[in-house]
């Protein structure tokens, strides 16, 4: 778990931007390392059984798992968790915004695992992940809270509930919408994918 801060400042006093690209291992190289700080998310639900979850913030805090509390632990503005094998479907929540990783138990692929930043008003925000690569590939959505109508391309999937998911097939350039937050999977093969969120 490591953060990583400019100390070099622009004209107008801000904190220079830059880019970071990581991989950990040969099974891992699709996977995105590295987020910013306002894309941390607090509350998740894994759309695949998963061989791991990791959990990372520059605060202490505290993960529920399926109702089951775990501390964030650590020093210094790094803060870090693990979640031992699960089955799709749970739910976590963070009490304070995490960096998250996922790895697949079926493929042993590391893959971003986003969620929902709950602390955050998003009243007039639309959901939207985006199949990126995928060709009639097997697809999971989840949903990340009770009541959303979830759409695939413009046609309604049905109502889920938090932890509820949708399995079906899926081609690049699909999106899937909704009034809450969602997150998405495609698997091919040995190859699985994260769906790009819209934000």
Known sequence: ACKYISNTMDSRGHPRLFAAHGYGDGDGGASTAFLPGDKLSTDFVAPIDFEFLVFVASQ??????????????????????????????????????????????????????????????????????????????????????????????????????????????VNSGDSFTADGPLYGISRSGSNAFVMAPGR
Not at 75 to 94: F, H, K, L, M, N
Not at 101 to 111: C, D, P, V, Y
């Open 60 to 169: 202490p805090g505290t993960l529920t798992v399926d109702g089951v509390p775990q501390d964030l632990e650590g020093a210094d503005g790094v803060y870090r968790a693990r979640v031992e094998a699960g089955i799709a479907g749970t739910q976590i929540e963070s009490s304070v915004p995490v960096w998250a990783t996922l790895e697949s138990a079926s493929t042993n692929e590391e893959q971003l695992f986003y969620g929902h930043n709950a602390g955050r008003n998003e009243d007039r925000r639309v959901y939207r992940v985006y199949v990126a690569q995928a060709a009639s590939s097997v697809g999971t959505v989840a949903s990340i809270v009770d009541g959303n109508e979830i759409l695939r391309n413009g046609e309604s999937l049905g109502m889920f509930q938090a932890g509820e998911l949708w399995q079906g097939q």
